[in-house]
């Protein structure tokens, strides 16, 4: 298969690429490192393996998406990291919606459109919902994160056409050693200063990123799947039940709790997703088969840390 990635050189969209690549497909990564036009392939991916072919999200990816089997879009600034200041909320949006806006422009444009996009957004479109059990059919919240998301998958549906699904990636906090959220969540735990946020009380999605990947290609092999997709574990916890698991593999405590008036001093208004709740359920893979192989949290642990 050809496969296109828009965002291909993060913690998902790299591991997702090779993983294809290890199979013999044709990985095109969609990158502004390089010259719009220009392709170098990636040492040691074999034939085709990965190539990362250069555009800024202009319209110049039209050449990559026609005739492409599947083209994914993990393109966006990490919502961590900085305070939310307005020129911050912006470029959050622009780093979503404009490279979203592109890439529909290309499906567009092909003389033999994908049969499937799938398009990034987040379980934060549910905003802070306590303990309602949130499927996919859930409404939006009201929050930034989730009028942010209703944006970006407004965006993404216009790449839907006939022969081209479109589905959307509600994505929890995904979990693995070397990258993405869980280093930050651990670290305190390793100096015994571990415990959970707020409340606690709080339902945090996640998934482990081998489900994540594995979801994805589900995704492009299924047909049947389109729309919205809770990118989450089926067996939902509050932070305070993630922080005890957290402290139980890392042979750690878990007793010094973040008050939520010291998180928003020190993280700014990211505390607010930090304590939001959201129970989010991944009905449709379920309902259309898809097997997790990381159900529970302690699963994942312990797959992540072994004996740490």
Known sequence: MKLVIAGGTGFLGNALAWTWAEEGHDVRVLTRSLQPGQTRHEPGTGSPGISRVGWTADGAAAPEVDGADAVINLAGESIAGKRWSPARTQALRDSRIVPTHALVAAIGAAAAP????????????????????????????????????????????????????????????????????????????????????????????????????????????????????????????????????????LHRPALMPVPRAVLKIVAGEIADALLASQCALPCVALDKGYHFRYPEIEIALRGIYGDA
């Open 114 to 249: 994908p049969p499937v996009f799938i398009s990034a957004s987040g379980a934060g479109y549910y905003g802070d919902r306590g303990n309602e059990r949130l499927a996919e059919s859930a409404e939006p919240g009201e929050d930034f994160l989730a009028h942010l998301c209703v944006e970006w998958e407004g965006e993404a549906q216009k790449g839907a056409r006939p022969g081209t699904r479109v589905v959307l990636l509600r994505t929890g906090i995904v979990l693995e050693k070397a990258g993405g959220a869980l280093p930050e969540l651990a670290r305190p735990f390793r100096f015994f200063a571990g415990g959970h946020i707020g409340s606690g009380r709080q339902f945090m999605p996640w998934v482990h990123r081998h489900d994540w990947i594995e979801m994805v290609r589900w995704i492009v092999d299924t047909p049947a799947v389109s729309g919205p997709v809770n990118v989450t574990a089926p067996h939902p916890v509050t932070n305070a039940e993630f922080a005890r698991a957290l402290g139980h593999a």
